[in-house]
Every structure is written in structure tokens, then in C-alpha cells.
């Protein structure tokens, strides 16, 4: 994934937060609230950048050292924080595997929506000394669902669109010509057309990589979570939260 300043990597996704829904496990406990992204940012009174430099998010390795140095990348949608900490990954390459075989019913590195391999051997760049024949850094690449997506704003036919729930920008395969004009517009290629089907295929973040990492490296965070810690250190009162 490529490295960014702080604020690049921190800012929250400028679309809107979807609203709160109660989530359950299929069991008969009490559904558990969904806080979105909105919500702990209006509770804290800051924006993402502050909950790092406050060190609200340290729980998840979340530091303003670890930023900078390149080890760890957050993206936010509204309801997840999404965490990836190179210094976590094996480079087993899972994530990929269990990408694939979800969303596309067989294992296929080269459309994975979460990527390990394209810089396994030599690194991200000739200079990175990363990779498996130098220091085994390996670099996690997904999809940054940009709030002003290239992806979706060059697509001919506005297959990609912005899931209502999730937040993220997905492709409607209906709509989809597989022109691959959504790869070249991307600054880092991640959505990929599918050779087998022709379509184009991007991260949904369904956090499937995550669940089937087995070092932690890839995190997908509810906002809840977020928000209990925001008052667990006392950034705000309970009653601030609606």
C-alpha cells in the first residue's frame, strides 16, 4: 500500500454515513447498535487525525509513530475503520485466497481485492528494500475507497456506485462492460477485470481477508468499538452518546 502523510491516510471518506441499524449474531441477545463514523467523530469533536494523535485508537496499534513510519494504514467507511500493519503480515498470502474464494467462488491471485503478492519478492520499489529477499516488510495493498473515487467518475456506463449500508464503492456486474477503464483510472489499479467473467471486480469491504489472517494484520473495526474507547479514556461523556 502506498505510503502517505498523515493526513492523507487519517481524513475520513466525505460521503454520507449510512444510517445506524441493529446488528445480531442470529442468537436472541440484544441487537448490538451500530455507531457509524459520523457519529464518533461529532461525539469526539475531532476529526480522524485527532483520535490517532489522542491516542484513542493505540488499542488497535493505531499510533501517529506507527503511521509515519509506513508499518500500519487506516482507511475509514462509515461503519469500519480498516487497519493493515505490514509488520503483522507473513506474506502467507491468505488474505488473497479466502478473497477469492469468497467473492468469486475459486482462488484466483490476480483479481484479490486485499493484495500481497505483486510485491512479495523485490518490495513495492527498487529502493524499499522490502519483500522476501530482503527483510520479509511485505506491503498489504486495498482498496482505498477514496472519497471522490476516479474509479467510479471514469466508468462509461457508472457500473461503480456507492453502497448504501457499507459505504463502500462496489461494482454492479449487470452494468459492468469490462472496458477496464476503472483499473487505468485508479492511481494504484485496484479495481481488475476478471478475465473469466468479464467484469470488474473491486474491494466490497466485506472483511473476509481480515477474518482469515492469521497474525492480525488486516483489521476491519466497528465504530462502536472506536466510540466505547472514546469513552473509555474519557474524550467525552456517556451521554453524548444518541
Same mark, same amino acid.
Given at each position: 500500500?502506498?505510503d502517505?502523510?498523515?493526513?492523507?491516510?487519517?481524513?475520513?471518506q466525505?460521503?454520507?454515513?449510512?444510517?445506524?441499524?441493529?446488528?445480531?449474531?442470529?442468537?436472541?441477545?440484544?441487537?448490538?447498535?451500530?455507531?457509524?463514523?459520523?457519529?464518533?467523530?461529532?461525539?469526539?469533536?475531532?476529526?480522524?487525525?485527532?483520535?490517532?494523535?489522542?491516542?484513542?485508537?493505540?488499542?488497535?496499534? =493505531?499510533? +501517529? !509513530?506507527?503511521?509515519?513510519?509506513?508499518?500500519?494504514?487506516?482507511?475509514?467507511? /462509515?461503519?469500519? #475503520?480498516? @487497519?493493515? &500493519?505490514?509488520?503483522?503480515?507473513?506474506?502467507?498470502?491468505?488474505?488473497?485466497?479466502?478473497c477469492t474464494?469468497?467473492?468469486?467462488?475459486?482462488?484466483?491471485?490476480?483479481?484479490?481485492?486485499?493484495?500481497?503478492?505483486?510485491?512479495?519478492?523485490?518490495?513495492?520499489?527498487?529502493?524499499?528494500?522490502?519483500?522476501?529477499?530482503?527483510?520479509?516488510?511485505?506491503?498489504?495493498?486495498?482498496?482505498?475507497?477514496?472519497?471522490?473515487?476516479?474509479?467510479?467518475?471514469?466508468?462509461?456506463?457508472?457500473?461503480?456506485?456507492?453502497?448504501?449500508?457499507?459505504?463502500?464503492?462496489? =461494482?454492479? +456486474? !449487470?452494468?459492468?462492460?469490462?472496458?477496464?477503464?476503472?483499473?487505468?483510472?485508479? /492511481?494504484?489499479? #485496484?479495481? @481488475?477485470? &476478471?478475465?473469466?467473467?468479464?467484469?470488474?471486480?473491486?474491494?466490497?469491504?466485506?472483511g473476509?481477508?481480515?477474518?482469515?489472517?492469521p497474525?492480525?494484520?488486516?483489521?476491519?473495526?466497528?465504530?462502536?468499538?472506536?466510540?466505547?474507547?472514546?469513552?473509555?479514556?474519557?474524550v467525552v461523556?456517556?451521554?453524548?452518546?444518541?
Open positions: 500500500m502506498s502517505t502523510n498523515l493526513h492523507d491516510q487519517v481524513s475520513p466525505q460521503t454520507p454515513d449510512s444510517e445506524a441499524l441493529p446488528e445480531t449474531d442470529g442468537s436472541n441477545a440484544k441487537p448490538r447498535k451500530t455507531v457509524t463514523r459520523r457519529q464518533v467523530l461529532a461525539m469526539a469533536g475531532c476529526g480522524v487525525a485527532g483520535l490517532v494523535v489522542g491516542g484513542v485508537l493505540a488499542t488497535w496499534g =493505531v499510533t +501517529s !509513530e506507527s503511521i509515519a513510519s509506513g508499518r500500519v494504514t487506516i482507511r475509514t467507511t /462509515p461503519t469500519k #475503520m480498516i @487497519v493493515t &500493519d505490514r509488520a503483522r503480515c507473513s506474506g502467507c498470502q491468505r488474505c488473497e485466497m479466502m474464494l469468497k467473492n468469486d467462488g475459486r482462488v484466483c491471485q490476480s483479481i484479490a481485492r486485499v493484495r500481497v503478492w505483486p510485491n512479495y519478492n523485490y518490495g513495492h520499489g527498487v529502493d524499499t528494500k522490502d519483500g522476501a529477499f530482503e527483510n520479509c516488510q511485505f506491503t498489504i495493498e486495498s482498496c482505498k475507497q477514496c472519497a471522490d473515487p476516479q474509479c467510479m467518475n471514469y466508468c462509461p456506463v457508472h457500473a461503480i456506485y456507492c453502497d448504501e449500508e457499507s459505504g463502500a464503492r462496489v =461494482v454492479d +456486474s !449487470e452494468r459492468c462492460i469490462g472496458c477496464g477503464m476503472c483499473h487505468a483510472a485508479c /492511481p494504484w489499479n #485496484m479495481p @481488475v477485470v &476478471d478475465s473469466e467473467t468479464g467484469k470488474s471486480t473491486k474491494c466490497i469491504s466485506c473476509r481477508c481480515a477474518e482469515q489472517c497474525n492480525g494484520a488486516i483489521k476491519f473495526i466497528d465504530w462502536k468499538d472506536i466510540a466505547d474507547e472514546v469513552i473509555a479514556q474519557g461523556s456517556t451521554a453524548t452518546i444518541v
